[in-house]
């Protein structure tokens, strides 16, 4: 009923700077909360950040003050700016949205496809 697309991942050199966007579409009444996580072969996915739909945001310690996350409620779109890119970086990085449709008036939670992220010289 909710769709994600992602976009803008890819290769880049360490220090280097990427940014991932990702559209929602579908029955959307209201999608509460908006992030990003990442996964890595044989790990858990793990949240890098997210944002509220009053604009309350949680990020990872491991990217505090390199990482930004925003979202324009209108459009039901989050885009995540990466700065000073590591190794440890490298992953696929996942769109996901919260909230509540527009047809049951239940909740969701959407995933995106992933789109990969890799940080290497």
């Known amino acids: 009923q909710v769709q994600l697309v992602e976009s803008g991942g890819g290769l880049v050199q360490p220090g280097g700077s990427l940014r991932l966007s990702c559209a929602a579409s579908?029955?959307?009444?209201?999608?509460?909360?908006m992030g990003w996580y990442r996964q890595t072969p044989g790990s858990q996915r793990e949240l890098v950040a997210s944002?509220?739909?009053?604009?309350?945001?949680d990020y990872a310690s491991s990217v505090k003050g390199r990482v930004t996350i925003s979202r324009d409620n209108a459009k039901n779109t989050v885009s995540l700016q990466m700065n000073s890119l590591k190794p440890d970086d490298t992953a696929v990085y996942y769109c996901?949205?919260?909230?509540?449709?527009?047809?049951?008036?239940?909740?969701?939670?959407?995933w995106g496809q992933g789109t990969q992220v890799t940080v290497s010289s």
């Open positions: 996901n949205a919260q909230g509540v449709t527009s047809i049951t008036w239940s909740s969701f939670t959407s």
């Open positions: 579908g029955k959307i009444f209201r999608i509460n909360t």
């Open positions: 944002m509220t739909i009053d604009g309350r945001t």
